[in-house]
């Protein structure tokens, strides 16, 4: 077998890992939370997750993948048996995996959604399109599974495509191109907004620090949502650290990922509410933001043909950058398994998720059920089953196996040595983190989101 492929740098691996935590979370949910539960505060709140559960997680993640050099699966076991503990512990990568699969099929259909707008907004047919008009265009997409199916199939042909070249041919080269762009559309689009009373509205709306909007259902929020933007749990990260250059510092790695996601979380914010504010518009969340409200307010300014298409272009770059981090684990995985080359296992893998993402398709038409869910009526059938399976009980399920296994099962010897920088106070800070903190944090998530408190 031929050399395990490697990133050509760090900035590779930071670029790589920008992409895959960078994505429609930080763009619709991010920006909708920051309104909801008081603005600055909630930021405060936020900021303060990310140090303490966020990025010790992340730096637990890539460790243990760069010490493996393995996918999730053979890589917790290949561990675990090292340091004497339970070769059960694959489950844990292998229930990684299961995630991906179930995450990546709603990417692809949001995905859809989103190149579907990018016609049309570039088009001019949502040019001076109503608040009903938008909705009821949206509804018509959403159940129209022809259409959706054809851009469903575009997007994992692109990401098959993509994994199947390999590390540095496929992945680096497109996260070279795909972060580049995000940042500078981000950018554009601010400088849009720049100077106009709307900006300003909307940095007054951000920045009014209302700590009593704060509640405990704010906190936990803040909490999910830095686990959640930081892809965490799932393999993904673990994969990229596998590839990661020995002598590439994982602290200042995974703290430039975490600054980075941050800064564009807080970019969308300033970018999206002023075009929403000034049509006079109010901040609403997920889909109904992106799909409904943007497309009237875009349809109401001038220039809102680029600037909508800008922005469309921007969530289908998140979109994909993260894609491709959700379909490596699985791929990695089936190439080290000595089954297949990396070319078939792409195909292997993008066929599951085009099959899976069949369902999610038809999920609002012709196969859509209802059911409940932590006292909440879900009418999204295999697409919302698929939401709540991955974010709100694989996810946290897999935060709590990495933040155990790295702070109970390998020993503290073998983590300060993968981490670098030796057991000095930093490195006790990280360690009490991950074996007291990081796991209660994730278990209080994972109470939060099947309705426990
Ligand atoms: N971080 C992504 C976002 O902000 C969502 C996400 C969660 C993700 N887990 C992931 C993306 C794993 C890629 C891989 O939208």
Same mark, same amino acid.
């Given at each position: 077998?031929?050399?395990?492929?490697?990133?050509?740098?760090? @900035?590779?691996?930071?670029?790589?890992?920008? %992409?895959?935590?960078?994505?429609?979370?930080?763009?619709?949910?991010?920006?909708?939370?920051? +309104?909801?539960?008081?603005?600055?505060?909630?930021?405060? $709140?936020?900021?303060?997750?990310?140090?303490?559960?966020?990025?010790?997680?992340?730096?637990?993640?890539?460790?243990?993948?760069?010490?493996?050099?393995?996918?999730?699966?053979?890589?917790?076991?290949?561990?675990?048996?090292?340091?004497?503990?339970?070769?059960?512990?694959?489950?844990?990568?292998?229930m990684?995996?299961v995630a991906?699969?179930?995450?990546?099929?709603?990417?692809?259909?949001?995905? %859809?959604? @989103?190149?579907?707008?990018?016609? !049309?907004?570039?088009?001019?047919?949502?040019?001076?399109?109503?608040?009903?008009?938008?909705?009821?265009?949206?509804?018509?997409?959403?159940?129209?599974?022809?259409?959706?199916?054809?851009?469903?199939?575009?997007?994992?042909?692109?990401?098959?495509?993509?994994?199947?070249?390999?590390?540095? #041919?496929?992945?680096?080269?497109?996260?070279?191109?795909?972060?580049?762009?995000?940042?500078?559309?981000?950018?554009?689009?601010?400088?849009?907004?720049?100077?106009?009373?709307?900006? #300003?509205?909307? =940095?007054?709306?951000?920045?009014?620090?209302?700590?009593?909007?704060?509640?405990?259902?704010?906190?936990?929020?803040?909490?999910?949502?830095?686990?959640?933007?930081?892809?965490?749990?799932?393999?993904?990260?673990?994969?990229?650290?596998?590839?990661?250059?020995?002598?590439?510092?994982?602290?200042?790695?995974?703290?430039?990922? $975490?600054?980075?996601?941050?800064?564009?979380?807080?970019?969308?914010?300033?970018?999206?509410?002023?075009?929403?504010?000034?049509?006079?518009?109010?901040?609403?969340?997920?889909? +109904?933001?992106?799909? #409904?409200?943007?497309?009237?307010?875009?349809?109401?300014?001038?220039?809102?043909?680029?600037?909508?298409?800008?922005?469309?272009?921007?969530?289908?770059?998140?979109?994909?950058?993260?894609?491709?981090?959700?379909?490596?684990?699985?791929?990695?995985?089936?190439?080290?398994?000595?089954?297949?080359?990396?070319?078939?296992?792409?195909?292997?893998?993008?066929?599951?998720?085009? =099959?899976?993402?069949?369902?999610?398709?038809?999920?609002?038409?012709?196969?859509?059920?209802?059911?409940?869910?932590?006292?909440?009526?879900?009418?999204?059938?295999?697409?919302?089953?698929?939401?709540?399976l991955s974010?709100?009980i694989l996810l946290?399920l897999g935060?709590?196996?990495?933040?155990?296994?790295?702070?109970? @099962?390998?020993?503290?010897?073998?983590?300060?040595?993968?981490?670098?920088?030796?057991?000095?106070?930093?490195?006790?800070?990280?360690?009490?983190?991950?074996?007291?903190?990081?796991?209660?944090?994730?278990?209080?998530?994972?109470? !939060?989101?099947?309705?426990?408190?």
């Amino acid at each position: 077998m031929s050399a395990r492929e490697q990133w050509s740098s760090r @900035t590779a691996f930071v670029l790589a890992a920008v %992409g895959a935590t960078v994505g429609i979370g930080n763009i619709w949910r991010f920006p909708y939370l920051v +309104g909801e539960y008081g603005g600055a505060a909630f930021i405060l $709140v936020y900021l303060g997750c990310l140090a303490v559960f966020g990025l010790p997680l992340m730096i637990a993640e890539v460790a243990i993948g760069r010490r493996s050099r393995l996918n999730p699966v053979h890589g917790f076991r290949y561990l675990a048996t090292e340091t004497s503990g339970s070769p059960a512990w694959l489950l844990a990568g292998l229930m990684g995996i299961v995630a991906t699969l179930c995450i990546l099929p709603l990417y692809s259909v949001v995905a %859809g959604w @989103t190149m579907a707008y990018l016609v !049309r907004t570039a088009s001019g047919i949502l040019v001076g399109v109503t608040g009903d008009g938008a909705r009821s265009i949206f509804n018509a997409l959403i159940s129209d599974p022809e259409k959706l199916f054809g851009w469903h199939t575009l997007f994992i042909v692109s990401l098959t495509l993509v994994a199947a070249r390999g590390v540095r #041919q496929g992945l680096e080269r497109a996260v070279r191109v795909l972060v580049p762009g995000l940042f500078l559309i981000l950018l554009s689009l601010l400088a849009y907004s720049w100077g106009g009373d709307a900006l #300003q509205r909307a =940095l007054d709306f951000m920045l009014a620090a209302d700590f009593e909007a704060v509640t405990m259902a704010g906190m936990l929020a803040a909490m999910s949502q830095a686990f959640f933007t930081l892809s965490l749990g799932m393999g993904a990260l673990m994969i990229y650290g596998s590839y990661l250059p020995g002598d590439a510092s994982i602290i200042r790695s995974t703290a430039s990922v $975490v600054l980075i996601d941050t800064l564009m979380a807080i970019m969308a914010v300033l970018a999206v509410f002023p075009i929403v504010f000034s049509s006079g518009l109010s901040v609403a969340e997920g889909p +109904g933001l992106v799909f #409904q409200t943007l497309p009237v307010a875009f349809g109401r300014m001038g220039g809102g043909m680029i600037l909508g298409s800008a922005f469309f272009l921007l969530l289908l770059f998140a979109a994909w950058s993260s894609g491709l981090s959700l379909m490596e684990p699985a791929v990695a995985w089936l190439v080290e398994s000595g089954v297949l080359g990396r070319g078939w296992a792409a195909v292997v893998v993008g066929l599951i998720v085009w =099959l899976l993402g069949i369902g999610v398709v038809m999920s609002f038409s012709a196969w859509s059920f209802e059911f409940t869910f932590a006292d909440e009526v879900r009418t999204g059938g295999l697409f919302d089953v698929l939401d709540i399976l991955s974010a709100s009980i694989l996810l946290p399920l897999g935060g709590l196996a990495v933040a155990l296994f790295a702070g109970r @099962t390998l020993s503290r010897k073998l983590m300060a040595e993968e981490i670098g920088g030796g057991e000095g106070l930093g490195f006790w800070v990280w360690y009490g983190l991950i074996k007291y903190v990081v796991p209660v944090g994730v278990v209080v998530i994972l109470l !939060r989101a099947v309705g426990g408190i």
